[in-house]
């Protein structure tokens, strides 16, 4: 082991792990106070020059930290192939990016994957689940990689579940791009609320979706059903709570209210919420397409909402609560 210079190393010629920015944010305040207590980085030597095998948020916090050197255990190597197989091999038990390991792995011969598994020191089903990613779609491919990119700088932790691969590509490539959308529905909450849905989820929300986009229905349902949408989003009115974030769906003439989910171009309404709510005053609320149909209140309790409605000379109310989880 020794001290390199950290201007001296150079990234693996395809790095296939995932590097969230808040684990880089935490191993560069370490740095700071303790740099010995970080454990050192294994390095590739190939002709005359340094490429990081395993430790690249490391190196990247220990930059942020403003530090010059690292710790590192040096390997000689004999081509470009052994830094690329040694830093997957050297990461076998951290997070992959199942796009980026695609890369690596896609121009292997397939029929054996023993194979390949023991080159890389890979499970056999890790390596066939990585290889389905070839069944992807372009749309899907660059949207899955966007919502990655998108985990990377919101969660400590990023891991995409082998199942997700596994069933997107089942799923016809024309559909790939939604169920996507779907499977990161979520991505806003907050991490301790964050999760994948089940695969039973993801396949009901493909039978729904192909149902209700089924290229053989006749251009007048089509039609039918395009006056439909519209018209039932002339009724909703949108409202987020600035204070805890949460997003609800307003139907102004069935006056009921729903928990609304975005994610990217997607907008999923939960179930209505079918209870007597309170009111929100209009400072932690943003309104958009209220057109002075709905007013708002603030009372903490029922007794209060209603004395409140009471004094107003508009019929025309609603009373939302919002509350702390």
Request: proline share 2%; with cysteine; net charge negative.
């Amino acid at each position: 082991m020794e001290k390199i210079r950290i201007d001296l190393l150079k990234l693996s010629f395809l790095k296939t792990t995932v590097s969230s920015e808040k684990l880089i944010a935490k191993i560069a305040n370490t740095a700071k106070e303790a740099p010995e207590s970080i454990l050192p980085i294994e390095v590739g030597f190939l002709n005359g020059e340094y490429y990081i095998i395993d430790g690249h948020a490391r190196v990247e916090a220990f930059k942020r930290a403003g530090l010059s050197y690292i710790q590192a255990n040096i390997h000689e190597l004999n081509d470009k192939e052994e830094v690329v197989v040694n830093h997957i091999r050297y990461n076998k038990h951290s997070m992959f990016n199942p796009l980026m390991l695609y890369e690596a792995l896609k121009d292997e011969d397939e029929k054996d994957l023993y194979k390949i598994a023991k080159k890389y020191w890979l499970d056999v089903e890790e390596v066939r689940t990585i290889l389905s990613i070839s069944k992807l779609g372009e749309e899907a491919y660059n949207s899955l990689k966007y919502y990655i990119d998108l985990l990377c700088k919101k969660f400590d932790n990023v891991y995409i579940p082998h199942y997700i691969i596994k069933t997107l590509s089942k799923i016809p490539i024309e559909h790939q791009k939604e169920v996507v959308d779907y499977i990161f529905i979520n991505i806003d909450r907050p991490e301790n609320r964050f999760s994948f849905p089940e695969e039973d989820s993801i396949l009901a929300f493909v039978s729904y979706y192909k149902s209700n986009t089924n290229k053989e229905q006749s251009l007048k349902t089509a039609d039918k059903l395009e006056k439909k949408l519209i018209n039932e989003s002339k009724e909703l009115t949108i409202l987020k709570c600035i204070k805890c974030d949460t997003t609800y769906a307003i139907n102004k003439k069935k006056l009921t209210v729903s928990l609304l989910e975005s994610n990217h171009n997607l907008l999923i309404i939960k179930d209505d919420v079918a209870k007597n709510t309170y009111a929100l005053h209009p400072d932690i609320v943003e309104e958009f397409e209220n057109e002075g149909l709905l007013h708002l209140f603030i009372a903490s309790n029922k007794e209060e909402a209603f004395k409140l409605i009471s004094k107003s000379k508009s019929r025309k109310f609603l009373i939302l609560t919002c509350e702390n989880e």
